[in-house]
């Protein structure tokens, strides 16, 4: 299966944001951008990234399989991912993981036989203070228990979207994919939802709460020109 005329011109659009000799800039975007089209980087979408930007196929592969969010299989319409990392293991994140594991009848990595669902365990992701978190195609459900997040993804199953508890409304892997290439989410809702919530502030409302002041912050440094004839300290 060849990549389509309009991954051609997407990755066209692309590169052309880059300045001129900085192309391979473009290979991150580039690489969700072939798995927009293909759910997943195939040795195929190696090989356009590379031709496109003027690397070699294994550059481009190193770079590939370096990052967990570029899948080297192809991933369902939705990819559960539960943190199972330090904050949200120690508040039941295995838990969790387990729950949906049994439900789904999958191990990590692994995809439903329907093609609608892989389930990972992932690192953190960076919402330790909603922990314990899952996300759907990168959408967060906070605070899940096992109850609740089988909830969440009997929903998928029933083809229903559950609403994410902060940010746009959910998309598809290959959307989402698309949004990561760089494109805007077509959807007028896409950037609505709630943003920041409540454990992202708890900090700032307790010291309110007492009255806390920090000191000003110092001002920003700045370079200072080399004392004469010192070359050696640059600019
Ligand atoms: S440890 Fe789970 S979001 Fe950070």
């Avoid at 389930?119 to 330790?128: P, V």
């Avoid at 989410?185 to 007492?210: I, K, T, W």
Wanted: include cysteine; aromatic fraction near 6%.
């Amino acid at each position: 299966m060849s990549l389509s005329p309009q991954t051609h011109a997407a990755a066209a659009e692309i590169i052309a944001r880059y300045p001129a000799g900085r192309s391979r800039s473009a290979l991150l975007p580039l690489l969700h951008l072939v798995q927009a089209e293909q759910n997943c980087v195939t040795t195929e979408g190696i090989e356009f990234c590379a031709e496109q930007l003027g690397l070699t196929a294994a550059e481009v592969g190193a770079v590939a399989t370096f990052y967990t969010m570029y899948k080297r299989h192809p991933v369902g319409e939705y990819l559960v991912s539960v943190c199972t990392n330090l904050s949200c293991a120690l508040l039941g994140g295995d838990d969790v993981y387990d729950r949906l594991k049994k439900h789904l009848g999958i191990g990590h990595n692994e995809t439903t036989p329907d093609g609608q669902i892989t389930l990972e365990h992932a690192e953190c992701l960076a919402a330790c203070d909603y922990a314990p978190v899952l996300t759907v195609n990168y959408e967060f459900y906070d605070q899940v228990d096992p109850d609740d997040a089988q909830a969440v993804v009997e929903g998928l199953q029933a083809g229903q979207r559950p609403a994410p508890t902060r940010g746009g409304p959910l998309g598809s892997f290959a959307e989402v994919s698309r949004q990561l290439a760089g494109y805007a989410d077509p959807r007028p809702e896409g950037v609505a939802g709630p943003g920041v919530g409540e454990p992202s502030v708890a900090g700032l409302l307790v010291a309110e709460a007492a009255g806390w002041t920090a000191e000003q912050a110092p001002a920003p440094l700045v370079s200072a020109a080399p004392p004469a004839g010192d070359e050696s300290k640059g600019s």
